[in-house]
């Protein structure tokens, strides 16, 4: 079942379970959905790649104006956007943890020959491509200066 049909199911169990934060987090999925397919050069329908991206997108917002808010000391739109990543996540794929990220970046170092830390594009290019919507680009980019400067 698509992203889309998920999403609209689920907002109908929400709107009956009258509860808000699904449904702020839902409409905002569904609203992104319909933007993506009515875009220029948009397709009729998303692959499991772009529904991803697209989550990603959505969640990695939410990451942004939540580190904005708590700054601020706005804890109520903090909150807001706290429930709404929770809701978001749930349609995520499973990221992986930091050991699994750990060793496919030491086998991607590997295979690409990287040494040093100058060699650092060549493997984020390879790593971001592999691990796209299993692992967060900024904690793959730690890793591998972490590993490169070993």
Not at 58 to 87: G, H, P, T, W
Request: aromatic share 2%; no cysteine.
């Amino acid at each position: 079942m698509s992203l889309e049909l998920n999403i609209n199911a689920a907002i109908k169990t929400a709107m009956l379970a009258k509860s808000e934060a699904d449904l702020r987090a839902l409409r905002a999925i569904k609203a992104a959905i319909l933007i993506v397919k009515t875009s220029e050069g948009g397709g009729a329908e998303l692959t499991e790649a772009d529904e991803s991206k697209l989550l990603q997108k959505l969640a990695k917002q939410r990451k942004d104006s939540l580190d904005i808010f708590r700054q601020q000391n706005r804890e109520d739109l903090a909150k807001k956007e706290e429930e709404e990543l929770e809701v978001i996540e749930r349609y995520l794929p499973k990221q992986m943890d930091e050991s699994e990220l750990r060793t496919a970046i030491t086998a991607i170092i590997a295979s690409t020959g990287a040494s040093s830390p100058a060699d650092m594009g060549k493997v984020m290019g390879v790593a971001s491509k592999q691990l796209a919507g299993k692992a967060d680009g900024k904690a793959i980019s730690a890793v591998v200066k972490e590993l490169l400067a070993k």
